[in-house]
């Protein structure tokens, strides 16, 4: 701010320049107070910003244990998975061998159970054999009882006449 000052008896005009120099100064307090306004905002703003920048720090730390607990838990859970699975294999091998032992248990029964029948058959065979024969033997005799029986009435009829 360049000002051309008018001259007086002794040099410049003493009221011009210490008009000038008032608005120099009231420009200049003006411009500080502005400047220190601004600066207080700014101060403002940057302890805003860090205290977010401080939270955002807080909660992605908060986020990462988190994280990190999540897949240490997911981890847990998969190897529990894995576990009980190889353990339900296990279960599920020792059952099929259990039930093999006992089909084949039960095979061995039946098969003995079915020779047993196949024998108890043949024995009742030869029982009935037997019992026919002797049937056969008796109805025989019979017959030759009931033969004689009428031998003799012809024998006492022919002799009676």
Request: proline share 0%.
């Amino acid at each position: 701010m360049k000002r051309i000052f008018k001259r007086g008896l002794f040099g410049y005009k003493i009221k011009e320049v210490e008009q000038y120099i008032n608005d120099m100064r009231k420009d200049y307090e003006d411009n500080l107070s502005r400047q220190r306004d601004r600066i207080l905002d700014l101060n403002e703003e940057n302890r805003s910003l860090k205290q977010s920048l401080e939270t955002a720090r807080l909660e992605t730390e908060k986020i990462k244990e988190n994280e990190k607990f999540i897949c240490n838990a997911l981890v847990k859970a998969e190897q529990k998975a894995e576990a009980i699975i190889e353990e339900t294999k296990l279960k599920t091998m020792q059952e099929i061998e259990k039930i093999e032992l006992e089909k084949k248990k039960y095979k061995k029964r039946f098969e003995r159970a079915r020779q047993e029948l196949i024998d108890f058959e043949k024995s009742i065979l030869i029982i009935m054999d037997k019992f026919q024969s002797e049937i056969n033997l008796l109805e025989g005799q019979k017959l030759m009882e009931e033969l004689d029986k009428k031998e003799m009435e012809e024998v006492k009829k022919i002799s009676a006449l």
